[in-house]
């Protein structure tokens, strides 16, 4: 089945995945493109967003591509940088502002009458941030929205349904901005909301049944959300045909291995736990460079994983749990040549399961969007609500080098700390939490004993991608009985500390 799908045009605005994400929380599928690669099959889309951007529609740089096969053809919904160019590639007028306005604003003028603005009235806030404005509207231009500083905050152009705003509806502080993606979406452009989680398992599947007939698949489970998904797809899919192996590089939570392997069997995954934690924790010994320690565990990830695809016969596909943030080509903020497609999987001198045919089932999907389809499989709840977890675990989390005691120590830590979030029911709140091991030894006293002992310091951030993170303000009460509770229990640990920066300039993990 064809879904209706609304095209985002990308001029670099920080935004233009929310919008994406906004779009598709309406249940319509989205896509984002470049500005400069707009797709030739403009026919399956039902609609256009022209997204924000960094630079000037004044400047040298300005991106400014041929939108000729659009306008007055597809509904538009411009926003911000995209509203300025439609307005100057209209033959409008663009110029640089006297006013900035950056942050809160308030359309003291609507149209009120529009269907645009149904159930959006004078004085809704809105997010803006720009300096350039729009001085005079194009020929057909009629003026839909102005705030105290800008005139021409919204305008359509009579007879098409070409919309424009110089303000963001995808951020949460524009406070209609929902009901105004609903509006243009759904009242004007007529889209139809057929994008659910429950469509996209059912389509998915059939798709993945027609690609895969009687191949076998191999599949590498991490314990985390997305490879999870993408095996219970697969699973639907295809049965016992796929393969999943989960490796134990012995830097995994504390039992964290035999957890989640139970918990997995009982999913009816066909999957294979491997512990490898003795062949990781030797090739480890003495190291204690961050890099190469991600060197390493990538290296013996990748011999350990060899092996294991080499013992099932014929086997065609590698799965991945690719994510649409992934694939999604990224404008370069100047609009320059550097737009790149991450890579995953290369060719020449690889692994011989990466030769393997790849097949990533959840490639069109946004973080929140591999929960809810989760959940629409019924997958158990605490498994698709998991904080992230690095891939080369506790050994970026024990600062410098590496030995066995101290993997155990730091897991007794982590352990307590995470179950202490859950039970106090703070887990949900923080979107990654763990402790880090310090290599310092600091003196203490216990009873009348002088210690000399290791160092913890507690992490709890949030975030929306890891991308910037802050840290959570946690209860007193709950640091202190959390420390207690850890200095108490866990030999070898006199102090704890808890960590409160931000990312930038830290960053989550202490390597
Ligand atoms: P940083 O420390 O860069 O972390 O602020 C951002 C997010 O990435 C995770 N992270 C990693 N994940 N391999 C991974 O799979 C790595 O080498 C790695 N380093 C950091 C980190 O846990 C956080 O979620």
Same mark, same amino acid.
Not at 162 to 190: M, W
Not at 245 to 262: A, M, P, S, T, Y
Not at 310 to 330: C, F, M, N, R
Not at 408 to 425: C, G, M, P, T, Y
């Given at each position: 089945?064809?879904?209706?799908?609304?095209?985002?045009?990308?001029?670099?605005?920080?935004?233009?995945?929310?919008?994406?994400?906004?779009?598709?929380?309406?249940?319509?599928?989205? +896509?984002?493109?470049p500005?400069?690669?707009?797709?030739?099959?403009?026919?399956?889309?039902?609609?256009?967003?022209?997204?924000?951007?960094?630079?000037?529609?004044?400047?040298?740089e300005?991106?400014?591509?041929?939108?000729?096969?659009?306008? $007055? !053809?597809?509904p538009?919904?411009?926003?911000?940088?995209?509203?300025?160019?439609?307005?100057?590639?209209?033959?409008?007028?663009?110029?640089?502002?006297?006013?900035?306005?950056? %942050?809160?604003?308030?359309? @003291?003028?609507?149209?009120?009458?529009?269907?645009? *603005?149904?159930?959006?009235?004078?004085?809704?806030?809105?997010?803006m941030?720009?300096?350039d404005?729009?001085?005079?509207?194009?020929?057909?231009?009629?003026?839909?929205?102005?705030? +105290?500083?800008?005139?021409?905050?919204?305008?359509?152009?009579?007879?098409?349904?070409?919309?424009?705003?110089?303000?963001?509806?995808?951020?949460?502080h524009?406070? #209609?901005?929902?009901?105004?993606?609903?509006? *243009?979406?759904?009242?004007?452009?007529r889209?139809?909301?057929?994008?659910?989680?429950?469509?996209?398992?059912?389509?998915?599947?059939?798709?993945?049944?027609?690609?895969?007939?009687?191949?076998?698949?191999?599949?590498?489970?991490?314990?985390?959300?997305?490879?999870?998904?993408a095996?219970?797809?697969?699973?639907?899919?295809?049965?016992?045909?796929?393969?999943?192996?989960?490796?134990?590089?012995?830097?995994?939570?504390?039992n964290?291995?035999?957890?989640?392997?139970?918990?997995?069997?009982?999913m009816?995954?066909?999957?294979? %736990?491997?512990?490898?934690?003795?062949?990781f924790?030797?090739?480890? @010994?003495?190291?204690?460079?961050?890099?190469e320690k991600?060197?390493i565990? %990538?290296r013996?990830?990748?011999?350990?994983?060899?092996?294991?695809?080499?013992?099932?016969?014929?086997?065609?596909?590698?799965a991945?749990?690719?994510?649409?943030?992934?694939?999604?080509?990224?404008?370069?903020a100047?609009?320059?040549?550097s737009?790149?497609?991450?890579?995953h999987?290369?060719?020449?001198g690889?692994?011989?399961?990466?030769?393997?045919?790849?097949?990533?089932?959840?490639?069109?999907?946004? !973080?929140?969007?591999?929960?809810?389809?989760?959940?629409?499989m019924?997958?158990?709840?605490?498994?698709?609500?998991?904080?992230?977890?690095?891939?080369?675990?506790?050994?970026?989390?024990?600062?410098?080098?590496?030995?066995?005691?101290?993997?155990?120590?730091?897991?007794?830590?982590?352990?307590?700390?995470?179950?202490?979030?859950?039970?106090?029911?703070?887990?949900?709140?923080?979107?990654q939490? $763990?402790?880090?091991?310090?290599?310092?030894?600091?003196?203490?006293?216990?009873?009348?004993?002088?210690?000399?002992?290791?160092?913890?310091?507690?992490?709890?951030?949030?975030?929306? #991608?890891?991308?910037?993170? #802050?840290?959570?303000?946690?209860?007193?009460? *709950?640091?202190?009985?959390?420390?207690?509770?850890?200095?108490?229990?866990v030999?070898?640990?006199?102090?704890?500390?808890?960590?409160?920066?931000?990312?930038?300039?830290?960053?989550?993990?202490?390597?």
């Amino acid at each position: 089945m064809q879904h209706n799908k609304v095209l985002i045009l990308d001029f670099g605005s920080q935004y233009t995945q929310l919008i994406a994400r906004r779009v598709r929380e309406l249940n319509i599928y989205s +896509e984002i493109y470049p500005y400069n690669k707009i797709p030739d099959q403009l026919e399956s889309y039902n609609a256009v967003i022209l997204s924000g951007s960094p630079v000037s529609v004044r400047s040298d740089e300005a991106l400014h591509p041929d939108l000729s096969n659009i306008r $007055g !053809k597809k509904p538009i919904l411009a926003v911000c940088y995209g509203a300025q160019y439609l307005a100057h590639f209209s033959g409008g007028e663009v110029s640089e502002s006297n006013t900035r306005e950056y %942050g809160r604003a308030n359309l @003291a003028y609507i149209k009120e009458e529009e269907d645009f *603005f149904e159930n959006i009235h004078k004085g809704s806030q809105v997010w803006m941030s720009h300096s350039d404005t729009i001085k005079q509207l194009p020929e057909g231009g009629v003026l839909l929205a102005s705030t +105290e500083d800008v005139e021409n905050a919204a305008f359509k152009i009579e007879n098409e349904q070409t919309y424009a705003i110089q303000f963001h509806p995808e951020v949460y502080h524009s406070t #209609d901005g929902h009901q105004l993606l609903h509006n *243009f979406l759904i009242k004007i452009a007529r889209v139809n909301q057929d994008w659910t989680p429950q469509s996209f398992v059912e389509e998915t599947v059939d798709d993945l049944k027609a690609k895969l007939g009687n191949d076998k698949v191999v599949l590498g489970l991490s314990g985390g959300v997305d490879s999870s998904v993408a095996a219970m797809l697969l699973h639907k899919a295809i049965g016992k045909n796929l393969y999943c192996i989960f490796v134990n590089n012995g830097l995994l939570r504390k039992n964290e291995f035999e957890d989640v392997l139970h918990q997995y069997e009982g999913m009816g995954l066909n999957v294979k %736990g491997v512990d490898a934690s003795a062949r990781f924790l030797d090739a480890l @010994a003495g190291k204690s460079e961050p890099e190469e320690k991600r060197k390493i565990i %990538g290296r013996v990830f990748i011999e350990v994983f060899d092996d294991e695809a080499h013992s099932i016969q014929d086997v065609k596909w590698l799965a991945q749990g690719t994510i649409y943030p992934d694939v999604i080509e990224s404008v370069s903020a100047t609009g320059g040549p550097s737009a790149t497609i991450k890579s995953h999987h290369n060719v020449g001198g690889l692994p011989d399961f990466m030769k393997l045919k790849v097949v990533e089932p959840l490639k069109s999907l946004f !973080k929140d969007e591999v929960r809810r389809v989760g959940a629409s499989m019924n997958m158990d709840s605490q498994l698709l609500g998991r904080h992230p977890f690095p891939g080369p675990g506790l050994a970026i989390r024990i600062l410098g080098d590496l030995t066995r005691e101290k993997v155990r120590i730091l897991q007794e830590v982590d352990a307590i700390f995470i179950n202490n979030l859950k039970s106090w029911n703070l887990y949900d709140k923080v979107w990654q939490a $763990g402790a880090m091991l310090l290599p310092v030894n600091s003196v203490g006293v216990m009873g009348d004993e002088r210690t000399y002992e290791k160092c913890v310091a507690l992490r709890a951030v949030e975030s929306t #991608d890891g991308m910037t993170a #802050d840290w959570v303000n946690l209860p007193y009460e *709950f640091l202190q009985k959390t420390s207690n509770e850890i200095i108490n229990r866990v030999k070898g640990v006199n102090r704890v500390v808890y960590d409160i920066s931000s990312k930038p300039p830290a960053t989550i993990e202490w390597e």
